[in-house]
């Protein structure tokens, strides 16, 4: 799938989020790296959950790296807007919860953190709260985010909702859970 989003942009975005991260520490410590070592159903046995990369995100990777099983799937088949069509990817992480860090993809780089549209199209940050596998201290006990974290997680949101595919996936998303009333913890 074709993305307005250029290979540079998305490695200034890396760059960018290389340089953050929620906790001064590392919260694996906190849970023994949950959100990478968690295996599905499916999985179990097998390679850790998936992680789909956005559209155009697959450029910034050769698709050998030893440590990535790469899944290439049709995004008609899955739960994604009405605009995506063709070629998407899905990644499932070989070695957690080790990974070059400066390459782990961009979903590894927002959590605990999603993007959330107001119905007055104002973008928020919220705690991730999707039903998840396993339990993230970081979401369970709200614990405080570093601000230059969510600062940076926010500004690149800003940039990929310019790219009308991602708008659209963002938009799906949280009319879903106002439509749902999900229940949202905002970050302010
Ligand atoms: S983001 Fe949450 S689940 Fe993942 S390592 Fe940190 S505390 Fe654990
Ligand atoms: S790529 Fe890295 S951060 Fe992401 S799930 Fe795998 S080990 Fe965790």
Redesign the pocket.
Known sequence: MKSSIRKRTYQAIYRLLDRVSPLDCDCGTLCG?A??TCVSDETEGGP?LG?YLLPGEEKVFTKKES?LRWTCEQAEDFDFPDSWHGKIYFVN?L?????P?EK??L??RFFPLAPHLTPDGILHLILCPDKLPYACPLIEKKLPLNSSFIRATYTVWTHLLRDSRIFDLVQMDSEDREQDGTELYFIR
């Open positions: 790296a959100c990478c850790a992680i440590w992480c070695t957690p919860p080790h990974c860090r782990r993809p979903q590894c």
